[in-house]
């Protein structure tokens, strides 16, 4: 079962969730769907659950993370409550679990995109050399409910971030551990209604903040995933 984990703060989430449902439909997809939200949401179908958020929390790392945390599917892709998602996401499973695969212990891709999110973690390595490192970001990660499990402390997202930075960290670690990231192709999201929640943009600086100290850390001793600063 493949479990869609959808953090929300807007009513355009009932828009999302019918159109996973239609497109599920299309690819014949045995999926969940799980919401972690402050507002009192209703649903009619029974692949809907939704988690009540701690109304003190502010950004959509730690509702990732419950609805994580509630799920049952042996896979998981992330999404937002203002994005229509590609049919071809639905097959995750499938891609995560292809020869494409082999050899690799973190079973972990982006969906989004038609090929790749053009955007990067631009931060220097060691001090004593010129080299920059840059890793594409996977802003929306999908995979393997074990790898989370076994090789990312249980959790999708290190939970010293709010909203900004923590994908980057996720891209970072994985990159550090020998494995670049992973784009699951044609698998374009719909921005057309796209929006933006201040209080989330309002951590940016205190984020990539956290972002340049856990880099920094890495790069001199061996730190855990889900590592706090």
């Known amino acids: 079962m ?13 828009r999302c969730v019918q159109h996973i449902l239609q497109v599920s439909e299309s690819v014949n997809t045995d999926l969940e769907i799980i919401i972690c939200s402050k507002e009192r949401l209703k649903f009619s179908s029974s692949k809907v659950k939704v988690v009540r958020e701690d109304i003190d929390n502010i950004g ?7 609805c994580f945390s509630e799920s049952q599917g ?5 999404t937002c409550d203002d994005l229509l ?5 639905m097959l ?3 891609f995560v679990e292809s020869d494409f695969f082999n050899g690799r212990k973190f079973k972990i891709c982006s969906i989004g995109y038609q090929v790749i999110h053009h955007c990067y973690v631009p931060y220097e390595t060691l ?5 920059k490192i840059t890793i594409p970001i996977l802003s929306f990660p999908a995979g393997s409910r074990n790898v989370v499990d076994t090789l990312l402390d249980g959790v999708i997202f290190n939970e010293s971030y709010k909203h900004i930075a923590a994908d980057n960290w996720l891209s970072w670690y994985l990159n550090s551990n020998g494995e ?5 192709p044609n698998t374009p999201m719909d921005y057309s209604f796209d929006t933006r929640a201040e209080k989330s943009l309002s951590v940016r ?4 903040h956290s972002l340049k100290e856990m880099i920094s850390l890495s790069q001199t001793k061996d730190i855990n995933y889900n590592y706090k600063v």
């Open 74 to 78: 042996e896979h998981f892709l992330v």
């Open 205 to 208: 600086e205190r984020d990539l």
């Open 180 to 184: 670049s990231p992973v784009f699951m």
């Open 92 to 94: 995750v499973p499938e």
């Open 2 to 14: 493949l479990s869609i984990l959808i953090p929300s703060s807007r009513e355009t989430v009932y």
């Open 60 to 66: 959509s790392i730690k509702p990732i993370n419950q």
């Open 127 to 131: 001090e004593e050399t010129d080299e």
């Open 85 to 89: 998602i590609s049919p071809r996401a």
